[in-house]
């Protein structure tokens, strides 16, 4: 009995550990396989915000606080904005760096950007999709052969230090909504603004809030301006002269759900027992 | 050598022609490796078909098969064969847990990057003579109102492009303008992209509408500049 044992135990080892070591390659070819998929040049910036739920209260007025640690940090570069005039071919932010967190019920952005003079025009917008309609990440233009919808504008300007709940649908229809369920804060410190926008995840204007269901993936795009003023008092930065980008996802993750794990556990029952039978089924067949 | 060397030793064959040869076929791309992962599919049930016709060659090619996984294949071979039969039920749950787990990726969008142009844009030639001059007016329009995106080299990689997503086109890759007529350039610079059809995702797009700002025959121009400077020709009508 002990001799047999002394045969087999070292080949279980070995077999752990070839299994293991093909396990641990595994990844690697799952990895190549994703990078076919992904868009071009993703590796330099992110295609998507992804709002982790908390517990607890959501750090609306602290950009510094630790929680914001459990969200993973999206990057985006910006581009002046050459799409319509009046157009600007350099603006002051090159890249933004977004972190999103939910509570079940609000939901909470921290924007964060480099800007080297903290001035009381500066300010940032978010910008999502309102309803089932596709909208343009232009103000949410007209399209010449598809019908889009509005756009719904978070908007933050340093000197009102406040949020601002806006809608458009084309050029010079920006309009302040007459609810306003947008709060925002900024605050700047060693030449970086950081920028918490909050809301309710759901609202009760679905035709002008974006709403934001758990789970599931919705558009979001970005602009920020630099409202320094130039020698001759003009702002450097203002109105359709600012930095922008254009549409990526942003999803409020859904609670976690480990219905994979049990899944993946009656797998490996049923494979195990497959083998088992196949094998008594060839040695029998052998015997016989 | 077993049938069973020879097909392991024949996929290894073909996973290096799909793998590093055909890449390297001018006019290829690396293949997906769900397209590498079927070719060696077939080839391993191909042998299997070829491994298994008479009774003498199909007890030569699953015999060891079936020694192996009973164990009667003694000593060397137990360790490998407690590998497999550890690595195979965790290999099934784990893309078990792959194909039910909840996926980080947002959902992919199949964008048709060249759409057909609306009838009127089809097939219209280039009023504009392709002389030196008209070209060294187009490339300085180009620089002017194009290169802020598309770039100097006509890379697709000037300095405001960095932000848009799709980004703008690399006009000196063959798989752009060299690929259409120059009908459908202008129509792409006259209606920018508000004016693509819905599967080119005009929504996403930050080409201008050039129309309300530059005149027909600086738009023409444009076109001779670009594929001058890109050193590409327009595809014409076979």
């Known amino acids: 009995m002990t001799q047999r044992l002394n045969h087999i135990v070292p080949n279980v080892v070995v077999g752990v550990w070839l299994a293991m070591g093909f396990l641990t390659v595994q990844p690697v070819l799952a990895e190549e396989k994703a990078a076919v998929t992904a868009p071009p040049g993703s590796t330099l910036q992110s295609v998507s915000v992804s709002a982790p739920m908390v517990k607890g209260a959501l750090p609306a007025d602290d950009p510094n606080a630790a929680v914001w640690s459990s969200a993973t940090m999206a990057r985006f570069p910006m581009s002046p904005q050459v799409h319509w005039p009046n157009r600007i071919l350099d603006a002051t932010v090159k890249d933004l760096n977004v972190r999103a967190l939910h509570d079940g019920t609000n939901v909470a952005i921290l924007l964060e950007y480099a800007d080297p003079t903290e001035d009381p025009d500066d300010s940032a917008a978010i910008e999502f999709m309102v309803g089932d309609k596709k909208a343009h990440f232009a103000h949410g233009q007209p399209m010449a052969q598809v019908e889009g919808g509005p756009v719904n504008i978070w908007y933050w300007k340093n000197k009102d230090n406040k949020g601002v709940d806006m809608n458009a649908k084309g050029f010079g229809t920006l309009k302040v909504q007459t609810h306003q369920d947008v709060k925002a804060k900024g605050t700047y410190a060693n030449g970086t603004w950081k920028v918490v926008f909050t809301r309710p995840l759901a609202t009760e204007h679905p035709d002008e809030d974006t709403q934001i269901a758990t789970g599931g993936f919705i558009n979001i795009a970005f602009a920020v301006w630099d409202g320094k003023k130039d020698v001759s008092g003009e702002l450097k930065e203002k109105g359709s002269q600012k930095a922008v980008t254009s549409w990526w996802n942003f999803r409020a993750e859904a609670p976690p759900d480990y219905s994979s794990y049990y899944y993946a556990a009656i797998a490996v029952g049923v494979a195990l027992g497959f083998q088992f039978v196949l094998i008594r089924k060839l040695k029998k067949g052998h015997s016989a | ?238």
């Open chain 2, 1 to 238: 050598m077993g049938p069973l060397i020879k097909l392991i030793v024949l996929n290894m064959v073909v996973y290096a022609i799909l793998k590093f040869m055909v890449p390297n076929i001018p006019g290829s791309a690396p293949l997906p490796a769900s397209l590498v992962f079927l070719y060696m599919m077939l080839t391993t049930s191909g042998f299997v078909i070829f491994a298994t016709v008479s009774a003498e060659s199909k007890e030569a090619f699953w015999g060891p098969i079936q020694r192996f996984l009973t164990g009667e294949g003694g000593g060397g071979l137990q360790a490998l064969r407690y590998g497999v039969l550890i690595l195979f039920p965790l290999l099934v749950g784990w893309q078990t847990y792959n194909s039910t787990a909840v996926s980080d990726a947002p959902p992919s969008e199949n964008r048709t990057i060249h759409p057909a142009p609306p009838g009127e844009y089809t097939g219209l030639s280039n009023p504009i003579s392709k002389t030196p001059d008209a070209i060294q007016q187009g490339k300085g329009f180009y620089a002017a109102f194009c290169s802020p995106c598309h770039g100097g080299n006509f890379d697709g990689k000037g300095p405001a492009s960095r932000g848009f997503n799709p980004p703008p086109a690399n006009f000196s890759d063959p798989t752009t303008i060299a690929m259409l007529q120059e009908s459908y350039l202008f129509w792409r610079i006259k209606k920018g992209g508000v004016g693509l059809p819905i599967e080119g995702m005009p929504w996403k797009s930050a080409m201008p509408r050039w129309e309300v700002e530059l005149p027909d025959e600086w738009i023409w121009k444009i076109i001779l500049g670009e594929y001058d400077g890109a050193h590409q020709a327009p595809r014409t009508w076979e």
